[in-house]
T-cell receptor, first 114, second 111 residues
Framework: DAGVIQSPRHEVTEMGQEVTLRCKPI?????LFWYRQTMMRGLELLIY????????DSGMPEDRFSAKMPNASFSTLKIQPSEPRDSAVYFC????????????FGSGTRLTVV | DQQVKQNSPSLSVQEGRISILNCDYT??????FLWYKKYPAEGPTFLIS?????DKNEDGRFTVFLNKSAKHLSLHIVPSQPGDSAVYFC??????????FGTGTRLQVFP
């Protein structure tokens, strides 16, 4: 298995632009998580899905952030409009129900908003 | 509010010595704790875990200790090796709910 695949690896965008981050979870995994890593807050959970349904989005910072999972093999995290304070590394992780804490993380997308 | 805290942003240890990384939590409902390791440009990977019914779990050079009364856990690495240099994240969960991570501690092991 190729693991959790995130794209792009790096994204540089101007303030006010829309940014879309993509994630392909491991085949068969029924949970998908979006985390954001910053120096101040560490790894911060933004939202997670179970069987493509959003379960908890309480970590989404504000309405500028949205996430979708249209099918079991694809999820997006969108920021519109982007702001410099959104600059961070965004990680996607997935797991199977049978492995309660067996999260597999992708390599992350480093987002820079200038 | 940070439910899982790692108060030391960095730690430097000589090769062969013990590395001790600390983590504190505030939510007494947490019943499962984990440590993840992260190398630059990679995602975090699972290292070791402990259930709240235990106070110690060992896996090779890595041992995690849990002190529930103090709401504190620690990761011991003995002996430390240069390849252990990475960022270590502490994480906690209530049953099988979402993992809550700390801010991380950067460990540097020098020769």
């Amino acid at each position: 298995d190729a693991g959790v695949i995130q794209s792009p690896r790096h994204e540089v965008t101007e303030m006010g632009q829309e940014v879309t981050l993509r994630c392909k979870p491991i085949s068969g995994h029924d949970y998908l998580f979006w985390y954001r890593q910053t120096m101040m807050r560490g790894l911060e959970l933004l939202i997670y899905f179970n069987n493509n349904v959003p379960i908890d989005d309480s970590g989404m910072p504000e309405d500028r952030f949205s996430a979708k999972m249209p099918n079991a093999s694809f999820s997006t995290l969108k920021i519109q409009p982007s702001e410099p304070r959104d600059s961070a590394v965004y990680f996607c992780a997935s797991r199977h129900t049978s492995t309660n804490y067996g999260y597999t993380f992708g390599s992350g997308t480093r987002l820079t908003v200038v | 509010d940070q439910q899982v805290k790692q108060n030391s942003p960095s730690l430097s240890v000589q090769e062969g010595r013990i590395s001790i990384l600390n983590c504190d939590y505030t939510n007494s409902m947490f019943d499962y704790f984990l440590w993840y390791k992260k190398y630059p440009a990679e995602g975090p990977t699972f290292l070791i875990s402990i259930s709240s019914i235990k106070d110690k779990n060992e896996d090779g050079r890595f041992t995690v200790f849990l002190n529930k009364s103090a709401k504190h856990l620690s990761l011991h690495i003995v002996p430390s090796q240069p390849g252990d240099s990475a960022v270590y994240f502490c994480a906690a969960a209530v049953r099988t709910d979402k993992l809550i991570f700390g801010t991380g501690t950067r460990l540097q092991v020098f020769p």
